[in-house]
């Protein structure tokens, strides 16, 4: 892997700010991600350090941030009104970069804010939105609260126009690799679903346990969407 310089990124002139790590590639290849965390996680939880590890050895400029309710409260996930600012800040992280293309991505809720804000652009300005964010990585998309299928979070996915890569544990409560499948048909971009066996929620990064292949294979398989 190639080496990567790693440094602490604040921008204060934007509200609602944005606060993460930014991690520079040694030999970049022009694409920057911005990564975010699920909602009881901040910028370090160890998932979110390896796939911006790896992405960067690949080329890629990586911010992996805090989310503007994790700015405010150190602990806890986000309240019911935090959703919309958390998207101005997503937005805001997007701007941030300076590269031929910007993806995004995140984990549980900080992935379902990203396809959410991703939807609203295609909305709001649809000849824009490719240029602002060309790609999703979406991990463990919380399709709807574990034992409660009835509540399906997918009401935007047919406004959602940007390719996406969507991992997914195969023991994930919070939607079965079937129900996923579904709620991708719903999309009319391009998206992939890359299934991780016998992985939960947390797609095997949880407390010290790491999945050490698991980042190289979605770089991989995120390369493949785009290619």
């Known amino acids: 892997m190639s080496p990567t310089t790693i440094r602490e990124f604040i921008d204060y002139k934007v509200e609602p700010h944005v606060r993460g ?3 520079l590639p040694a030999a970049p290849n022009g ?6 965390h699920g909602a009881g996680s901040n910028a370090q939880a160890p998932l979110l350090i390896a796939l911006a590890e790896t992405f960067s050895a690949a080329g890629f400029t990586v911010l992996r941030c805090d989310l503007p309710y994790r700015q405010v409260r150190p602990y806890g996930p986000p309240g019911p009104g935090d959703a919309a600012r958390d998207r101005a800040g997503l ?3 997007i701007a941030a970069m300076v590269a031929e293309r910007v993806f995004l991505g995140g984990h549980s809720y900080g992935g379902r804010q990203c396809s959410m804000l991703c939807a609203d652009l295609a909305k709001e300005a649809p000849d824009q939105a490719p240029s602002l964010v060309a790609s999703l990585l979406l991990l463990s998309y919380p399709l709807h609260p574990p034992r409660k299928p009835e509540q399906q979070r ?3 996915l047919p406004d959602l126009r940007t390719p996406a890569l969507f991992v997914h544990g195969t023991r994930d409560p919070f939607g079965s690799i079937a129900e996923l499948e579904q ?3 719903m999309i009319p971009a391009r998206t992939k679903l890359f299934p991780v066996e016998g992985a939960g929620h947390d797609l095997g990064f949880k407390g010290k346990a790491k999945r050490e292949a698991l980042p190289k294979e979605i770089v991989s398989e995120f390369n493949k ?3």
């Open 21 to 23: 790590f930014l991690h």
């Open 31 to 36: 694409n920057a991600l911005v990564l975010t």
């Open 91 to 93: 937005k805001n992280a």
């Open 154 to 156: 997918t009401q935007h």
């Open 183 to 185: 709620a991708l048909k």
């Open 225 to 227: 969407l785009l290619s």
